[in-house]
C-alpha cells in the first residue's frame, strides 16, 4: 500500500503538469456566460494574447500542489476498495469483473474529495480571473475564508464528490479492461502484460471514459463554484440552482460545455498519469520496497 501511495502521487503530478494548459481552457469555456469565447483555439489564443504565454498556466500551484497526494490517496482508495469489492479472481484477464472493479474505483472518491473540493475552487477562481484580483491560491483562500469562512471554502464539496466518483467507476474500470486487451498486442506487452507503451495507451482510453458520465457534473460545479457566492442555492438542488440556470438557457447541450478541452486534455493527461504511476511502482520495486 506503501508502494501504490507513492507510485499514485507520481502519476498525479505527471497528470497535472502535461494536462493544465488544456484544463485552464476548460474551465474558462464552462465559465464564459457572455459567449466570449468561439471555441479551444480562440479562447486560447485570446488568452496569451491578453496576459501573456503563461496565462494557461494560471492556478497550476493548486492542483499540482493537491493533485499529487490527491492521486496518491486515489490510487491508495482504489486499493481498499479492491479490498472491499473485489474477488480474489476480478482481475483475470480472461474473466475480468468490470462491476466489483469499477466499485473499488469508485471507493477511491472518498479519500480524494476533502482534498480535490477546495483545491478545485481555489484553481477556478485564479483560472477565471482577468483582473489580476488574486496574486496566488492563499490569496484566494484568505478572501474566500473572509467572506464565509469553513462554509465558503468548502462550496461545491458534494457535486465534487458525485462527479468524481462516477468518473472513477470508468477510469479504473477501463484501465483494467485496456490493460488485458493489450497484453497480447506486439510493441504494447511482454511476455503476455502490457508494458510502459501498453500503459499509456490504456490510461489515455481510460481518461477519455473518466468524462463521459462526469462532464455534466463538472459543468454545474465549475458554475457554483465560480460565481459570487449567494448566486446559486446549490449546484444541482434548489429554487436558483446552477443546474436549473443552465436549463433555461442553455438547455441539456449547456451540460456539456468545455467537452473539447476535457477529451483533447484527457488522452495525453491520463497517459502520463498511468505511465508515471507504472514508472514509479517499478521504479520502488526495483528500489527493493514490497
Same mark, same amino acid.
Given at each position: 500500500m506503501v508502494k501504490t501511495f507513492l507510485a499514485g502521487g507520481g502519476g498525479g503530478a505527471s497528470l497535472v503538469v502535461v494536462g493544465h494548459p488544456l484544463d485552464t481552457i476548460k474551465v474558462r469555456l464552462q465559465a464564459d456566460t457572455a459567449g466570449k469565447y468561439k471555441g479551444v483555439v480562440d479562447c486560447a489564443m485570446k488568452a496569451i494574447r491578453s496576459e501573456g504565454p503563461l496565462a494557461l498556466y494560471k492556478g497550476m500551484v493548486p492542483p499540482l500542489s493537491a493533485t499529487t497526494p490527491m492521486y496518491a490517496l486515489c490510487f491508495f482508495g482504489y486499493n481498499q476498495g479492491k479490498r472491499i469489492f473485489c474477488d480474489a479472481d476480478?482481475?483475470? %484477464?480472461?474473466?475480468?469483473?468490470?462491476?466489483?472493479?469499477?466499485?473499488?474505483? #469508485?471507493?477511491? #472518491?472518498?479519500?480524494?474529495t476533502p482534498i480535490q473540493a477546495p483545491q478545485e475552487l481555489l484553481k477556478c477562481t485564479l483560472q477565471t480571473q482577468t483582473e489580476g484580483q488574486f496574486k496566488n491560491a492563499a490569496d484566494v483562500a484568505k478572501h474566500l475564508y473572509g467572506t464565509g469562512g469553513m462554509r465558503a471554502l468548502t462550496r461545491g464539496f458534494g457535486i465534487t464528490l458525485v462527479r468524481d466518483a462516477s468518473a472513477s467507476v470508468m477510469y479504473f474500470s477501463w484501465y483494467e479492461f485496456m490493460k488485458a486487451r493489450l497484453s497480447n498486442v506486439p510493441g504494447l506487452s511482454t511476455d503476455g502484460r502490457t508494458n510502459f507503451a501498453g500503459s499509456f495507451v490504456a490510461g489515455g482510453v481510460a481518461g477519455v471514459w473518466n468524462w463521459v458520465p462526469a462532464i455534466p457534473f463538472d459543468r454545474l460545479k465549475t458554475k457554483y463554484q465560480t460565481a459570487a457566492p449567494g448566486v446559486y442555492s446549490g449546484a444541482v438542488f434548489g429554487s436558483s440552482s446552477a443546474l436549473k440556470e443552465v436549463m433555461a438557457h442553455e438547455g441539456i447541450r449547456g451540460l456539456f460545455k468545455g467537452t473539447? %478541452?476535457?477529451f483533447i486534455r484527457a488522452v495525453p493527461a491520463n497517459a502520463a498519469c498511468f505511465g508515471g504511476y507504472e514508472i514509479c511502482f517499478s521504479a520502488l520495486t526495483s528500489m527493493g520496497l514490497e
Open positions: 476480478a482481475y483475470d %484477464p480472461n474473466n475480468l469483473k468490470l462491476v466489483q472493479i469499477g466499485l473499488a474505483g #469508485a471507493t477511491s #472518491a472518498i479519500f480524494t473539447a %478541452p476535457i
